[in-house]
């Protein structure tokens, strides 16, 4: 009998110490995956930015002077989905101060760039929040054979006139493109340029194109009057042109008071007689 009872003792024992045994096992494996979560966490954190950039340059083939507060504005856009707004992946603006071409850097996180998704370039002019030029082709810059700098032109907004006032265009900085002389329609001069001149605000300075050759001289204006200073042209001769440059040039000595209704300038001699007329080229 006693030795029975041992044996019963015996076997109860060896089962307690196989289930602590098995109790340990399951913590260490259990520690065991705790510690491989732990290691494999990092995985799963979101992707640094990998910036990038992109070398772009703007331009437009009209002949005309930007006003101050031109604000040029160039866009990256993943324009994938047909069904929905494109996405905004970067934006740089910058104020144009001379001619174009502009050239700007775009800076992009190249982490939001995938594969399969397809992107736009965008660049667009705008004065006093109204666009005045914008880009019309879609240029994909990771196109297969794109190289940099990635040209993007500019074509010009048409908008409808206005006599407000308060939309008169600038008698400065503005392109004005003679439209009459003389109670004559203007014609195209040589190799079918437009006749205009430019009234910089900076160092009250004009400059244009007569017909046949560029001119500049200096004005001065008071309160709607209007005197030309001396006008200096280059001497080329052309086939078309000559008659129109010469009347223009001389027209000029007789300016004498002006006005800006809308998109037009007019300007009138000293017996209110009008002289000139021209139309605005940067905001229609």
Request: hydrophobic share 40%; with cysteine.
């Amino acid at each position: 009998m006693t030795f029975k009872m041992k044996k019963i003792a015996l076997a109860t024992s060896v089962v307690v110490s196989a289930l602590m045994l098995q109790a340990c096992n399951d913590t260490t494996e259990s520690t065991q995956v705790s510690s491989d979560s732990l290691v494999e966490a990092p995985a799963t954190e979101v992707a640094k930015a990998e910036m990038k950039s992109l070398d772009v340059n703007v331009i437009y083939l009209d002949r005309r002077m930007l006003p101050p507060e031109a604000v040029l504005e160039v866009t990256l856009e993943d324009v994938s989905k047909a069904d929905a707004p494109s996405e905004l992946i970067v934006s740089q603006s910058m104020e144009p101060a001379s001619a174009p071409p502009y050239a700007m850097v775009l800076d992009y996180d190249a982490t939001k760039i995938a594969d399969k998704h397809r992107y736009s370039l965008r660049a667009t002019i705008k004065v006093q929040d109204q666009l005045v030029m914008t880009s019309t082709t879609s240029i994909d810059p990771f196109a297969e054979g794109a190289s940099l700098p990635i040209e993007i032109k500019l074509d010009r907004v048409a908008h409808t006139k206005t006599t407000d006032s308060a939309h008169n265009a600038a008698f400065t900085d503005t392109y004005w493109k003679l439209m009459q002389l003389d109670g004559q329609d203007a014609k195209l001069g040589a190799a079918e340029k437009e006749v205009f001149i430019q009234f910089a605000s900076d160092g009250n300075a004009a400059h244009g194109f007569s017909g046949c050759n560029s001119f500049k001289g200096g004005f001065e204006i008071d309160q709607g009057k209007l005197t030309m200073g001396p006008v200096a042209a280059t001497r080329k001769m052309c086939m078309d042109g000559m008659d129109q440059e010469q009347a223009f040039l001389s027209a000029m000595g007789q300016f004498a008071s002006y006005s800006v209704q809308g998109e037009a300038l007019t300007v009138k001699n000293n017996q209110g007689e009008v002289v000139a007329t021209f139309e605005s080229r940067y905001m229609n």
